[in-house]
């Protein structure tokens, strides 16, 4: 299969209901404004796209959890934004742009990330996907306007999966996840890299998000454990092979590839794969990680080609 050009039709389907959410103003209107402007300022949208992927892995249709798997990215955005803040890594670029406190100033680049975070959850617990305003004109919105009719009066995604789906994204986006993460990050700078403190900040920090966008797909088409489980070992390959690459990138990627200061973690001392291990030993830890990935597939039938794609295309990209 040609993964770019899924990699396009998914994110096209996310960005076309999240213009769609986002349409109709808000007031105060300037917290409408820095919360799109995060939220539109480009990005792959991969963790919506995990969470469409593995539905489809399990053999459901990807257009009925399209609001589910949007939640996702507002969560990624809003971390986005705080990370960039003063306090946090002080960045003033974030894919390509200027980053949102230095566009709206630091007070409102907070509230911007809080508003978003909150809005996932709103978003998640939104059972009905008519409930949503989702009004789009082309061909795929089309279909998901047709799906979204046919759920309205016997939706095969039930409430208490969304209620575990919403438990499981909190889990990855909180305390017990990637604010962790983030956390032990900060207070890790300047130190001694450390094999176990390494492990613990890629976990958190990326791969737990990761892990819930992949979880997020057998959750709602209620599929069996032993699906749970083998998409769940899957994503945290994926997760930690995603950061490793990251890392590797922030030292021989350009800023213009990355849309963001490249070599900022050398310089801010931040404890790195690479740091610890040299980059070619970290180039096969992703390698090894990406591999284990896509053995963990090996149960599924060719439903899951996307998901081994693009593990392989997570270890090539260039930004």
Do not use: W
Request: hydrophobic residues 40%; contains cysteine.
């Amino acid at each position: 299969m040609d993964i770019e050009t899924y990699l396009k039709e998914k994110r096209e389907l996310i960005d076309s209901y999240l213009k769609s959410y986002f349409d109709t103003p808000s007031e105060p209107s300037i917290l409408h404004e820095a919360m799109k402007y995060s939220l539109f300022a480009g990005g792959k949208r991969i963790r919506p796209i995990l969470a469409l992927a593995s539905y489809e892995a399990c053999e459901g249709d990807s257009k009925n959890i399209i609001p589910y798997a949007s939640a996702l990215e507002l969560i990624h955005t809003y971390s986005l934004i705080h990370d960039d803040l003063p306090a946090m890594d002080n960045d003033d670029l974030r894919r390509g742009k200027p980053t949102s406190h230095k566009v709206f100033g630091e007070a409102m680049a907070i509230l911007a990330g809080d508003a978003l975070l909150t809005e996932a959850f709103y978003m998640l617990s939104n059972a009905r996907i008519q409930d949503a305003g989702f009004k789009i004109q082309d061909n795929d919105a089309s279909c998901i306007m047709h799906h979204a009719s046919s759920l309205k009066n016997s939706t095969p995604i039930t409430h208490y999966s969304i209620l575990r789906v919403i438990h499981e994204v909190a889990m990855a986006a909180g305390a017990h996840g990637m604010v962790a993460g983030q956390v032990q990050d900060i207070r890790s700078e300047n130190s001694e890299p450390d094999r176990d403190t390494l492990a613990f900040i890629h976990l958190h920090k990326t791969a737990a998000l990761i892990t819930a966008s992949i979880r997020m797909g057998p959750i709602l088409a209620e599929s069996n454990e032993d699906t749970l489980i083998a998409l769940t070992k899957y994503g945290k390959n994926i997760g930690l092979a995603f950061q490793i690459v990251d890392d590797i990138l922030n030292i021989e990627g350009t800023t213009v590839e990355l849309g963001k200061p490249a070599g900022s973690d050398e310089h801010k001392k931040k404890m790195t794969y690479p740091a610890l291990f040299g980059i070619e030993k970290s180039r096969q830890k992703a390698a090894d990680l990406i591999s284990n990935a896509i053995d963990e597939l090996k149960v599924f039938s060719s439903e899951a080609e996307p998901l081994r794609e693009i593990a392989r295309y997570l270890t090539k990209r260039r930004s």
